[in-house]
C-alpha cells in the first residue's frame, strides 16, 4: 500500500464557534474583475502578445466586465508595451478600470507607475506572500518582517500616487496577501490592518483586499469559515472591498468562489474558463452562468459563448474541454435513451403549456440563451432509445413517425449502432429510413394506377383502384373498390397471396422536400402471423401515398416471415 499520503500535512481549520454564511442566500451578481491578461497570462506555455491581448481584451469588454487586470508591467517590455498601446491607443471605454499587478518592491512599484500615465481609471494591485510556509521558505522572515515589506509598498505607492494628483488619472488601490487561506487568520487581519492605514483607505476611498486562495488546500466551507472569520475581526473593514481569488487545485474554485460570496465577498477575480496557473482560476463563465440559471442576473452576456471560445482559443492556444460547463461541445447534448425522451418530452412540454420557465430535464439552461439553439440536442449511439431517433426524424427531417411506429424503427436504428459501434449522424438515421421503409420493392411493386373516386347512391365515398402490379417479375393486372383508396387497394390485391393482412392505423402529414412539398403515409397492417408491421408511402398524391405505404408493410412483413 503507498504510503505516500503521510508526507502531506493537513489543513488546519480556523476555530469558528458560529458561522452566519451557511444560512445565507447569494441574491445578486458579485463585482467581476477579469485576471486572463495577468494570471491567465502568466500560465501559458507562450504568453500573449500584442495582437492575441488586444483581442481578448475586447471581447472582456464586450462581455460587460468592468475591471480587467491587464498584466504585471514591470515583468518585462513586452508586457509595458502593451499596456501603454491599451492607453495611448484609445482602447479602453471610459467605464472600465484597467488594473495592473505588482510585487512589494520599490523598483517594480515605480516602474509600474509610469506604465499607467494617462489611463482614466486604473487599480494598482500590490501582493507579498503571507502563508506560513511561504515565511518560513520564501522570504525566511518572521511576521513582522512580512508585514514591513507590505506597509513600505503601501507607503511608496501613496507617495507615488500622491504625485499623479490632477493628472486625471482615478486611482485605486487593490492588496493581495497572496496565499491568504494558508496565512494564520489573526496574521491575515493584522497585516490587512496595518496596510489600510497606510494607504489611507477610507469608507469613501476603500483599498480592494483580495484574499486568495492561491493554492487551493482545503475544501471550499472551510475557506469560507477563513473568510467570515477575517471579515468580523478585521478593524476597518468599513474602507475595504472584500475580493477573492480562487485557484482550483482540488477542483472546487466554482464553490469557494460561491460559499465566499455568502461568508462576505463583493468582487471576484477569476478567468475565461478557468485558465490560470495550474489547475487554472475559478472559472467566471461557470459562475455567471450559475448564477443566471438560478434567476440572477450576473450582468454579463455570455449570449455567443462560441464566439468568445474562439477568441480565447485563439488568444491563448487552450482548448475548452468537451464537458466544461455551458460552454463544452457536449453539454447540450445527450446520447442516452432516458435522457433523450424527457428532453423530447419536455421541449414539447416548452411548446403546449406556454410556460414563462425552463422546463426541460436534463438541461439547467435553455441552451439558446448561450447561441446553442442550432446544434443537436439529441445524437445517436447504441445507447439511444427509440425517442431519440424518432426526434431526429422529425426535427430534421421532418417525418414525424407515429408512436406507436417509435419501437420498429428504433430496433432498426440500434442494430445498425451496435453493428457500426459508432455514433450514427442524422443523414445516417435518414438513409437507413429509407432503405428500410421507402426503398423496399420487392416482392411487391406497383407498375401503374388509377383511382376514380365518385359518390355513391346514397352520398357516401366510392372508390375504384385498378393498376398493375409486379409480384416476383410478374405483372398482374388488379381492380377494386372500396369506400376509401385503401380499402380499394386492399379489395384489389386480395386474390394476390396478400391476403390475410388486416388494417390497424393510419396517419399522414405533409413534408417539405427543399422547395417541395409531399405527403407521407405511416400504415400499420396487421400481418397474417399477426405481427404488426409498418409500412410509409411517400407522394405529391396522398391516396398514391396511402397505396405505397401499404405495400410497403407488406412488403417489409414478407421480408421478415
Ligand atoms: C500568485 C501569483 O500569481 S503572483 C504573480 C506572479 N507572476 C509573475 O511572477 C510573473 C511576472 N514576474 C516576473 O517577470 C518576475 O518574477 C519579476 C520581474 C516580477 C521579478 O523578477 P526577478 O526579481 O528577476 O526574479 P524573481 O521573481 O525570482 O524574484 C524573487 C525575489 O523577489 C521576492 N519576492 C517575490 N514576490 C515578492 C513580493 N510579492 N513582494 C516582495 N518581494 C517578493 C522573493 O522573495 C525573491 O527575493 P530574493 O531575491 O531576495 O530571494
Ligand atoms: C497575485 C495574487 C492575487 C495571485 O494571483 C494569487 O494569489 O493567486
Ligand atoms: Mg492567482
Not at 468592468?66 to 501603454?84: A, H, L, M, N, W
Not at 506604465?115 to 487599480?123: L, M, R, S
Not at 511561504?134 to 501613496?158: C, E, T
Not at 421507402?438 to 347512391?457: A, C, T, V
Amino acid at each position: 500500500m503507498n504510503q505516500g499520503f503521510k508526507k502531506y500535512i493537513p489543513f488546519r481549520p480556523e476555530v469558528m464557534l458560529t458561522r452566519d454564511w451557511p444560512s445565507r442566500v447569494v441574491t445578486r451578481a458579485p463585482v467581476w474583475c477579469s485576471v486572463d491578461l495577468r494570471d491567465g497570462n502568466q500560465a501559458l506555455v507562450d504568453p500573449m502578445g500584442m495582437e492575441a491581448k488586444l483581442a481578448m481584451f475586447k471581447t472582456l469588454v464586450e462581455i460587460g466586465i468592468k475591471e480587467i487586470e491587464v498584466g504585471f508591467p514591470s515583468s518585462s517590455e513586452t508586457e509595458y508595451e502593451i499596456i501603454r498601446e491599451l492607453i495611448e491607443g484609445g482602447h479602453i471605454p471610459d467605464d472600465v478600470t484597467i488594473q495592473v499587478l505588482v510585487q512589494a518592491r520599490p523598483e517594480l512599484i515605480e516602474k509600474t507607475f509610469e506604465a499607467i500615465q494617462g489611463a482614466k481609471n486604473v487599480i494598482v494591485h500590490f501582493y507579498n506572500s503571507t502563508s506560513t510556509l511561504q515565511r518560513k521558505v520564501v522570504f525566511r522572515s518572521d511576521m513582522d518582517g512580512i508585514v514591513d515589506i507590505a506597509v513600505n509598498a503601501a507607503r511608496l505607492i501613496r507617495e507615488l500616487s500622491k504625485k499623479m494628483e490632477g493628472s486625471g488619472t482615478n486611482l485605486r488601490f487593490e492588496y493581495s496577501p497572496e496565499s491568504f487561506s494558508g496565512t494564520e487568520m489573526d496574521n491575515a487581519v493584522l497585516i490587512c490592518q496595518r496596510v489600510i492605514e497606510e494607504i489611507g483607505a477610507t469608507p469613501e476611498n476603500k483599498i480592494i483586499l483580495n484574499l486568495p486562495s492561491t493554492v487551493e488546500g482545503s475544501m471550499p466551507n472551510l475557506y469560507a469559515d477563513q473568510l467570515e472569520y477575517f471579515c468580523k475581526r478585521l478593524p476597518g473593514i468599513g474602507s475595504a472591498v472584500i475580493s477573492v481569488h480562487p485557484h482550483n487545485d482540488r477542483g472546487t474554485a466554482v464553490a469557494t468562489a460561491e460559499l465566499a460570496l455568502l461568508a462576505g465577498a463583493e468582487r471576484i477575480e477569476g478567468t475565461l474558463f478557468g485558465n490560470g496557473e495550474r489547475t487554472g482560476n475559478v472559472d467566471l463563465v461557470t459562475l455567471a452562468m450559475n448564477m443566471y440559471s438560478q434567476g440572477i442576473d450576473p450582468g454579463l452576456d455570455f449570449s455567443d459563448i462560441n464566439r468568445i471560445r474562439d477568441v480565447y482559443e485563439k488568444a491563448t492556444g487552450m482548448r475548452v474541454h468537451e464537458r466544461h460547463p455551458y460552454v463544452g461541445a457536449l453539454v447540450f447534448t445527450a446520447f442516452s435513451g432516458s435522457h433523450q425522451d424527457a428532453i423530447s418530452k419536455g421541449m414539447s412540454y416548452m411548446v403546449s403549456s406556454s410556460t414563462p420557465f425552463w422546463e426541460v430535464p436534463y438541461l439547467p439552461i435553455d441552451p439558446a440563451d448561450v447561441g446553442r439553439q442550432y446544434e443537436p440536442v439529441i445524437r445517436i449511439n447504441n445507447q439511444s432509445g427509440k425517442g431519440g431517433a424518432a426526434f431526429i426524424m422529425q426535427t430534421n427531417f421532418g417525418f414525424d413517425l407515429p408512436k406507436a411506429m417509435h419501437p420498429e424503427f428504433g430496433a432498426v436504428v440500434k442494430t445498425e449502432c451496435d453493428r457500426t459501434g459508432t455514433e450514427l449522424p442524422p443523414e445516417e438515421i435518414f438513409r437507413l429510413f429509407q432503405q428500410e421503409y421507402i426503398d423496399i420493392k420487392e416482392p411487391y411493386s406497383l407498375i401503374r394506377h388509377k383511382f376514380q373516386e365518385e359518390n355513391g347512391e346514397t352520398g357516401e365515398p366510392h372508390v375504384v383502384f385498378s393498376g398493375t402490379i409486379c409480384y416476383s417479375g410478374k405483372n398482374f393486372e388488379v381492380t377494386g373498390e372500396g369506400n376509401g383508396p385503401i380499402d380499394a387497394f386492399f379489395n384489389a390485391v386480395g386474390g394476390m397471396r396478400i391476403s390475410g393482412f388486416k388494417f390497424l392505423s393510419y396517419s399522414e402529414h405533409a413534408v417539405s422536400t427543399g422547395s417541395d412539398s409531399m405527403a407521407v403515409a405511416y400504415i400499420q397492417l396487421l400481418s397474417p402471423a399477426g405481427v404488426p408491421v409498418f409500412g410509409v408511402g411517400i407522394s405529391h398524391n396522398i391516396n398514391l401515398a396511402s397505396i405505397r405505404g401499404v405495400l410497403c408493410a407488406i412488403n417489409r412483413a414478407v421480408k421478415k416471415a
